[in-house]
Protein backbone atom coordinates (compact mmCIF):
# COMPACT_ATOMS: atom_id res chain seq x y z
CA UNK A 1 0.00 0.00 0.00
CA UNK A 2 1.24 3.44 -1.23
CA UNK A 3 0.68 6.79 -0.45
CA UNK A 4 -1.76 8.49 -3.28
CA UNK A 5 -2.78 4.55 -4.09
CA UNK A 6 -6.60 4.88 -5.40
CA UNK A 7 -9.41 1.90 -4.22
CA UNK A 8 -12.55 0.50 -5.17
CA UNK A 9 -13.25 -0.66 -1.53
CA UNK A 10 -16.16 -2.53 -0.59
CA UNK A 11 -18.78 -1.47 2.00
CA UNK A 12 -18.00 2.40 1.25
CA UNK A 13 -20.32 5.10 -0.30
CA UNK A 14 -17.72 6.57 -2.19
CA UNK A 15 -16.84 5.22 -5.54
CA UNK A 16 -13.25 5.15 -5.03
CA UNK A 17 -10.95 6.23 -2.21
CA UNK A 18 -7.70 7.62 -2.35
CA UNK A 19 -5.18 6.76 0.29
CA UNK A 20 -3.14 9.68 2.48
CA UNK A 21 -1.29 8.14 5.05
CA UNK A 22 2.35 8.25 5.53
CA UNK A 23 4.03 5.38 4.50
CA UNK A 24 5.61 5.67 8.11
CA UNK A 25 2.93 4.22 9.23
CA UNK A 26 2.39 1.10 6.83
CA UNK A 27 2.12 -1.34 9.69
CA UNK A 28 -1.07 -0.45 11.01
CA UNK A 29 -4.36 -2.33 10.01
CA UNK A 30 -5.92 0.76 8.57
CA UNK A 31 -5.46 3.48 6.06
CA UNK A 32 -6.63 7.06 5.80
CA UNK A 33 -8.52 8.17 3.04
CA UNK A 34 -10.62 10.88 0.97
CA UNK A 35 -12.88 9.80 -0.85
CA UNK A 36 -13.39 10.15 -4.79
CA UNK A 37 -16.92 10.95 -5.94
CA UNK A 38 -17.43 11.17 -10.17
CA UNK A 39 -18.59 14.90 -10.70
CA UNK A 40 -21.30 14.13 -12.61
CA UNK A 41 -22.78 12.24 -8.94
CA UNK A 42 -24.01 15.81 -7.60
CA UNK A 43 -20.77 17.01 -5.94
CA UNK A 44 -20.00 20.12 -8.17
CA UNK A 45 -19.22 22.38 -5.55
CA UNK A 46 -15.60 21.38 -5.46
CA UNK A 47 -14.04 24.31 -3.62
CA UNK A 48 -10.89 24.34 -5.53
CA UNK A 49 -8.53 24.12 -3.01
CA UNK A 50 -10.21 22.03 -0.29
CA UNK A 51 -12.10 20.02 -2.46
CA UNK A 52 -10.28 20.13 -6.32
CA UNK A 53 -11.45 18.11 -9.20
CA UNK A 54 -8.93 15.45 -10.27
CA UNK A 55 -8.80 13.56 -13.57
CA UNK A 56 -8.28 10.05 -12.95
CA UNK A 57 -8.15 7.65 -15.89
CA UNK A 58 -10.21 9.65 -18.02
CA UNK A 59 -12.75 10.71 -15.89
CA UNK A 60 -13.07 13.85 -13.26
CA UNK A 61 -13.71 13.20 -9.64
CA UNK A 62 -14.20 15.71 -6.60
CA UNK A 63 -11.46 14.76 -3.97
CA UNK A 64 -14.22 15.18 -0.86
CA UNK A 65 -11.21 16.35 1.69
CA UNK A 66 -14.34 17.03 4.50
CA UNK A 67 -14.99 13.21 4.37
CA UNK A 68 -11.29 11.96 5.27
CA UNK A 69 -12.02 9.33 7.31
CA UNK A 70 -10.24 5.81 8.77
CA UNK A 71 -10.55 2.73 6.59
CA UNK A 72 -9.72 -0.65 7.70
CA UNK A 73 -7.27 -2.23 4.64
CA UNK A 74 -9.36 -5.60 4.51
CA UNK A 75 -12.20 -3.21 2.75
CA UNK A 76 -9.46 -1.58 -0.07
CA UNK A 77 -8.36 -4.67 -1.97
CA UNK A 78 -6.09 -4.07 -5.06
CA UNK A 79 -5.25 -0.42 -5.73
CA UNK A 80 -6.33 0.94 -9.29
CA UNK A 81 -3.80 3.61 -9.72
CA UNK A 82 -1.36 5.54 -7.73
CA UNK A 83 -1.89 9.88 -8.24
CA UNK A 84 1.28 11.19 -6.88
CA UNK A 85 2.81 11.80 -9.71
CA UNK A 86 -0.25 13.73 -11.39
CA UNK A 87 -1.75 15.18 -8.49
CA UNK A 88 0.51 15.19 -5.54
CA UNK A 89 0.39 19.28 -5.49
CA UNK A 90 -3.04 19.33 -5.83
Known sequence: ?????VYRPTGRPASW????QSGLLSDLESRVGIPLLPV??????????????LGIE???F?????DIAMVPTR?????IT???AE???T
Open 1 to 5: MARFD
Open 17 to 20: LVDV
Open 40 to 53: ESGRQDAIDRLMPV
Open 58 to 60: GRD
Open 62 to 66: VLVTT
Open 75 to 79: LLGAP
Open 82 to 84: NIE
Open 87 to 89: HRD
